[in-house]
């Protein structure tokens, strides 16, 4: 399995708070920026193409505007957006790090901040999962969202339900379409588990099995991804538990029991990750105990064939001295006599083993 490498800038370090600087691999796409509007009448999804576009429109009735940038690589963009809509500093530092760590921010000039991973499966052998650094930034009537530049949007689902009116989404404000959102992206952690369920049950027959393929490191590797996957997951609890139980305007009473299930699916996650470092643990420890049980087979296998060669080897020393006076040297069946005293012993030693069930 390739190492995760260390995306984050040096130069970064040395930056005043708030300096825009990105922090990720190196794209070569333009970041694309998607517009929809919406309520429960109507419906609308623009490309767009300045940043005079990217406000919300003030002439229409009573609405919700989506803003879906994808690619924060270009951090003039950014910039450009953050003045915008008059986003503090420290959030576009935030938005175009994708090193950091999952947090939510409440401002009292009237919006919310959340930053969190989606989890993609790179590689099923071996297991490998990246992670897209998402943000939002939802206000009353509008929501920013922020994501690194994939090959597809990973919120085409609420896009389409939204497009074809299908479920709540339209008839939300933008509390609901922040749930909706992350719910998306809590599914997807599931799909990532399953399959770490998957390469696990795999690796458990392997072992249970005493197959000579599967090593420590295969073990170690997935311990590693998973340790990964798990502080991607982890910190949502205390982020959407504090959406909860804080009260927020921009969180309607209507949407918090959503945002409780959204909780109850993330503790699902946590306990499944759980469960599955504690059975990677136990299976290490019943690989060692194979690898060790094997040796000592071996270790046994060799300790019985010296213990009988031990005598046969003092036999057969004492008989290749070369004294003349030595009595059984002249008996012309004494090499007969030493084949037998040998075949004797070895055969009287197995008995000995097998009655001891040594053997």
């Given amino acids: 399995?390739?190492?995760?490498?260390?995306?984050?800038?040096?130069?970064?370090?040395?930056?005043?708070?708030?300096?825009?600087?990105?922090?990720?691999?190196?794209?070569?796409?333009?970041?694309?920026?998607?517009k929809l509007q919406y309520n429960a009448d109507f419906y609308k999804d623009d490309a767009v193409t300045s940043l005079a576009?990217?406000?919300?429109?003030?002439?229409?009735?009573?609405?919700?505007?989506?803003?879906?940038?994808?690619g924060i690589h270009e951090t003039s963009l950014v910039g450009k957006i953050g003045s915008l809509y008059h986003l503090h500093p420290l959030i576009l530092e935030d938005i175009v790090n994708t090193e950091h760590k999952p947090k939510l921010e409440v401002y009292d000039t009237g919006y919310i901040f959340l930053t969190l991973k989606m989890l993609h499966v790179e590689?099923?052998?071996?297991?490998?999962?990246?992670?897209?650094?998402?943000?939002?930034?939802?206000?009353?009537?509008?929501?920013?969202?922020f994501?690194?530049?994939?090959?597809?949007?990973i919120f085409s689902p609420v896009i389409d339900?939204?497009?074809?009116?299908?479920?709540?989404?339209?008839?939300?404000?933008?509390?609901y379409l922040v749930f909706a959102l992350m719910d998306v992206i809590v599914d997807n952690y599931f799909f990532v588990l399953e399959k770490f369920g998957e390469k696990l049950d795999s690796v458990e027959e392997s072992i249970i099995s005493g197959s000579k393929n599967q090593s420590l490191n295969d073990l170690y590797s997935l311990?590693?991804?998973?340790?990964?996957?798990?502080?991607?997951?982890?910190?949502?609890?205390?982020?959407?538990?504090?959406?909860?139980?804080?009260?927020?305007?921009?969180?309607?009473?209507?949407v918090v029991p959503y945002y409780r299930d959204l909780y109850d699916?993330?503790?699902?996650?946590?306990?499944?990750?759980?469960?599955?470092?504690e059975l990677l643990a136990s299976l290490a420890d019943v690989h060692l105990s194979t690898i060790s049980n094997r040796m000592n087979a071996v270790m046994k296998t060799l300790t019985i064939f010296s213990a009988i060669f031990m005598p046969l080897t003092f036999i057969v020393g004492v008989y290749g001295m070369n004294f003349e006076n030595m009595p059984e040297l002249k008996n012309p069946n004494g090499y007969y006599y030493t084949w037998a005293v040998m075949v004797v012993v070895t055969i009287g030693m197995l008995i000995y083993f097998r009655i001891k069930k040594w053997i």
């Fill in 123 to 145: 590689s099923e052998e071996p297991l490998e999962i990246s992670s897209e650094h998402v943000s939002f930034v939802a206000g009353t009537d509008y929501l920013i969202s």
């Fill in 161 to 175: 339900r939204l497009k074809a009116s299908v479920g709540k989404t339209r008839k939300n404000g933008t509390d």
């Fill in 223 to 254: 311990k590693r991804e998973l340790t990964f996957v798990r502080r991607a997951i982890w910190p949502l609890r205390d982020m959407i538990n504090q959406l909860i139980r804080e009260e927020n305007p921009l969180i309607s009473k209507d």
């Fill in 147 to 153: 994501q690194e530049e994939r090959k597809e949007d």
């Fill in 1 to 34: 399995m390739s190492k995760r490498k260390h995306r984050q800038k040096r130069e970064n370090l040395l930056t005043s708070p708030g300096t825009l600087t990105y922090i990720g691999p190196e794209i070569e796409l333009k970041t694309k920026v998607r």
């Fill in 53 to 70: 576009e990217c406000a919300v429109s003030q002439n229409l009735d009573p609405h919700i505007t989506w803003l879906d940038v994808d």
């Fill in 265 to 277: 699916h993330v503790m699902q996650a946590v306990d499944t990750i759980d469960s599955y470092r």
